[in-house]
Structures are given as structure tokens and as C-alpha cells.
């Protein structure tokens, strides 16, 4: 059977027999042991031939080589390493293989609360991803995804820095119009159905903390993920993002969340352009890169002193979603991950106790509460699976291993028959919600494992913790001698 709409054409084929009602195709067939039932659906252009049956057989047999073949190059083989495996396939499969671009999830407008608005097109790709997911690539042994990653990145916001995007198409696209499909009833009549992501326009700063740290740990991993000679022009592009951060740090932004609501200066949106001068200047000092440091490490000074002045609340003893706000935030447990304070800080300690008693959920990370933050969307959202790794991450960095391990064990169960997560979770209904698979929930499940089980993951090494012992196992020795 042939269809045809427009350019567009389908060719479905199958060997059971079939029958017409009510305008659709119906069969009905046995299947017993040892027996297939093959359907085949071919797309092609309508102006060009019918395209050809292929060899099913085969074409299954192949598959199943190239994806056994693939996984077996992972090098981590500690505990919980089948979960690992099974969400570096689904971040494989959803990297678009001409351009090593990985989109943050297959599908569009399925809806974080049943029946809401909070739905979304992920079918871009996020400079959000960045860093998590370069890790878990490199952690994980695949070198050549990372350096494939880097290297859309760098492609996608190649040009002036001003012109610096939220999220790109696979192939770096910028022209991402955001717009609603009236037609379409949506997931359970949730709707609108979005095409499209109106959060490209947006101003998330963080998102150069971002760059600045991928294009960090790439200068650390460069003899595995760059190629010789090619790390300064990497810098060049970090100190033209560094110029223009320099002149908007102090601006109001939509955040990581990228609310529909009022801008607001978010903490952690200042955290992360802390980060992209710190990164920067690491990788000047470590690898002799050159720029105005002298300059970039009083910016730095200017921006930590700013969020610890204004970003942390005494009274509630706590950092703050933003400059003189009373809530609380996941992504505040970003402070000690990127290493802005030592897990050991008193104020870290603090916000932990906060976040765990304001907005953890039958054991699980709600983003914010939706009910007392004007995001300009109505309230209500299931609990966000990232931001439960975050915890547990930084349960781990605070020597909470026992809690980071329940934390892992109780987010393990919630993924489907086939391992994989959608972007949150609904506690009431028990039921994955959001876009689906999501790339953000895998790779946060990746490094938490890694994080866990060996002895330098990528939350320690993200933070600097590697470091801070390195000088203090030195300062030791010196004081022995």
C-alpha cells in the first residue's frame, strides 16, 4: 500500500493478510513459536520511484551487530553497569549521527502534568547538555561521541557572541519558531501541541558557564577528544563569549528553567557565569592559553561576591531561586557540582538541608514549587528526575554516600520495561511524565552511577574536589618534609 500527501509518500508492506474498515488497514493473524510476521514502512518522495522492499532478515541482523558492537566499547564495568550501558544506547540513538548533535528528547508537547499546558518540542538540541553529557561520553569511553559533541557545539554558535543561542536544531539550526497545531487533540487532550521552541530568543546566562566548562574539559581530555593543534581556536571562542558575558552578567534572565514569566536575576544563573571565567582561567594557567587573566579573576572575585551577597537568604539559611526571593531552587545544589563553594561550606550544607526539607517528594527533587513561582505557566509538574541525580551527586561530594546510594536505588525502579526515563516522574498517577526518552534524565543517571562507583567521576572532577586534594595530599608531603 502506497500513501501519498504532497511531497511526502509511505510505502507499508507486510505478508498477512489485511482488510479495509472504516478507512483504516486492520489485520488479524496468529504468530506462534518459531513463526515472524514482518511489516515493513518505507518512507520517500511521491515524485520520485517507489522505493524498494529491503531484506528484513538482514537488515535486523546488521542492526543488532552494529549496536552490540557499539556498546561493547564501554569501559565501565562497575556496579549498576547494565543501567549504564542501556542509557548510553538511548543517548547513541538519539544523537542525529551526520552531525553528532544530541537532542534532548524524540518527541514533542508530551505533557509534564496530565492533562496540562507545561508541554513542550524537545526536539532540539540544548547547550544545557552540554558538560553532562561530554562527560558521561568520556567517563564512559567514547571518546569520538565526545569529540563529535564538542564539535556541534562549537559548529552550532560558531559567529558573534551576542548571537549566542539557548538550543539548536540538529544541525545547528537558529530559526526554531515556536507555534501551536490546533488540529491535534494532544497526549491525553493535553494541549497545546507545540512545534517548534520559543526558549531559543530567550537570555539564560548560564548557558556560558556551560560553553566555558565543555570547552574546558575539553583542553583536559584534549589528547583524546581534540585534535593536535586544534585546542586554541577553542579558546579564541571562549574568550569572545567571555567579552560579551562581561557586559550582560548583571542582567535579569528567563534561567535554566526558561520561564515564561518575568525575568529575574537567578542565582544559578550567576553561578554559572562564575563558572565560565573560573574555567577560563584554569584553562590559561593549567595550558598556557594566554588572555587578559588578571581581568577575568577580579570579574570572578566581583560575581562569587555578588551571589554570596545577595543569593544567599541568613534568615532562611539558605541560597535563594533568585536576588530576594525566599525559594528554593534544584538547581542551587549546582553551587558545590561546579565547584563555586566547597560541599563542606556551612551555607552548602545549609541549602542541602533546605532543598531536601522544602521540595523533596516521597523521596524525590521537585524543580521548584510551581505554586508560589510566577513562571507564567499554571502550577503543577511531577518531580524532575535530573535534579533527584543532582542530589545525589552532591550527597556523594558531601561524603553522604550511604543517602546518594538509597537515592540511586529508589530512582532505579522508576524506569520503564526497557530502561528508559521520561523527563519526570507523576507520584500520584506512578507514571513517567514529560517528553520522552529524555536525553537530560540518561545522562544524569550515566554520571551518577560513574559518580558513585569510581574513585574520580564527573561530579568530582566538575567541582574541582581532584584538585583541592591533589594540593592538600601536597601540602602534606611539603609539611612532612
Not at 92 to 97: G, I, P, Q
Amino acid at each position: 500500500m502506497v500513501a501519498i500527501a504532497g511531497p511526502h509518500l509511505l510505502v507499508f508492506r507486510t505478508a498477512v493478510p489485511t482488510r479495509g474498515e472504516d478507512l483504516r488497514t486492520v489485520s488479524d493473524f496468529t504468530v506462534t513459536e518459531g513463526s515472524t510476521a514482518s511489516f515493513e514502512l518505507t518512507y520517500g518522495s511521491s515524485f520520485q520511484p517507489v522505493p524498494a522492499a529491503a531484506d528484513l532478515v538482514a537488515a535486523l541482523q546488521k542492526t543488532e551487530k552494529w549496536w552490540r558492537d557499539w556498546i561493547s566499547r564501554c569501559t565501565y564495568d562497575g556496579r549498576w553497569a547494565d543501567v549504564v550501558k542501556r542509557s548510553l544506547i538511548t543517548l547513541k540513538a538519539l544523537a542525529y549521527e551526520p552531525t553528532g548533535g544530541i537532542v534532548a528528547a524524540a518527541t514533542t508537547s508530551l505533557p509534564e502534568q496530565p492533562g496540562g499546558k507545561r508541554n513542550w518540542d524537545y526536539r532540539f538540541c540544548w547547550l544545557r547538555d552540554a558538560t553532562f553529557t561530554l562527560l558521561a561520553f568520556i567517563h564512559a569511553g567514547y571518546y569520538e561521541e565526545a569529540r563529535r559533541w564538542r564539535d556541534w557545539l562549537v559548529h552550532s554558535v560558531a559567529g558573534s557572541a551576542d548571537q549566542l543561542q539557548v538550543l539548536y536544531g540538529v544541525a545547528g539550526e537558529r530559526h526554531l519558531l515556536e507555534w501551536e497545531v490546533p488540529w491535534l487533540a494532544g497526549y491525553g487532550g493535553a494541549s497545546p501541541v507545540r512545534v517548534g521552541n520559543a526558549a531559543s530568543k530567550q537570555l539564560q546566562l548560564d548557558i556560558f558557564g556551560e560553553l566555558g566548562d565543555v570547552l574546558h574539559h575539553t583542553h583536559l581530555h584534549r589528547a583524546r577528544t581534540v585534535e593536535e593543534g586544534h585546542t586554541a581556536p577553542y579558546f579564541d571562542l571562549q574568550c569572545s563569549l567571555l567579552q560579551h558575558l562581561q557586559r550582560i552578567w548583571r542582567e535579569t534572565d528567563h534561567g535554566i528553567w526558561e520561564v515564561r514569566g518575568p525575568r529575574k536575576h537567578f542565582t544559578h544563573s550567576k553561578v554559572m557565569a562564575w563558572v565560565a571565567f573560573d574555567r577560563a582561567i584554569q584553562s590559561s594557567e593549567q595550558f598556557g592559553l594566554g588572555g587578559p587573566v588578571d581581568e577575568w579573576r577580579a570579574l570572578r572575585q566581583q560575581i562569587h561576591d555578588d551571589v554570596c551577597r545577595r543569593g544567599y537568604d541568613p534568615e532562611l539559611g539558605s541560597f535563594v531561586q533568585s536576588y530576594g526571593s525566599k525559594e528554593l531552587d534544584a538547581s542551587l545544589l549546582f553551587i558545590p557540582l561546579v565547584g563555586f563553594l566547597p560541599p563542606s561550606d556551612p551555607r552548602v550544607v545549609s541549602t542541602v538541608r533546605q532543598i531536601e526539607k522544602q521540595l523533596v517528594r516521597q523521596g524525590f527533587v521537585l524543580r521548584y514549587e510551581t505554586q508560589r513561582v510566577d513562571d507564567g505557566l499554571p502550577p503543577g509538574e511531577g518531580v524532575f528526575l535530573a535534579c533527584s541525580f543532582w542530589l545525589a551527586d552532591t550527597y556523594k561530594l558531601m561524603g553522604r554516600d550511604s543517602d546518594a546510594e538509597q537515592l540511586l536505588e529508589r530512582l532505579l525502579p522508576l524506569q520503564n520495561d526497557v530502561g528508559l526515563l521520561s523527563e519526570e516522574y507523576h507520584l500520584e498517577e506512578k507514571r513517567l511524565v514529560g517528553n520522552f526518552p529524555q536525553a537530560f534524565s540518561h545522562v544524569s543517571l550515566v554520571n551518577t552511577i560513574i559518580n558513585l562507583y569510581t574513585p574520580s567521576g564527573p561530579a568530582h572532577q566538575r567541582s574541582g574536589s581532584h584538585a583541592r586534594e591533589r594540593t592538600q595530599v601536597r601540602a602534606k608531603k611539603s609539611g612532612s618534609r
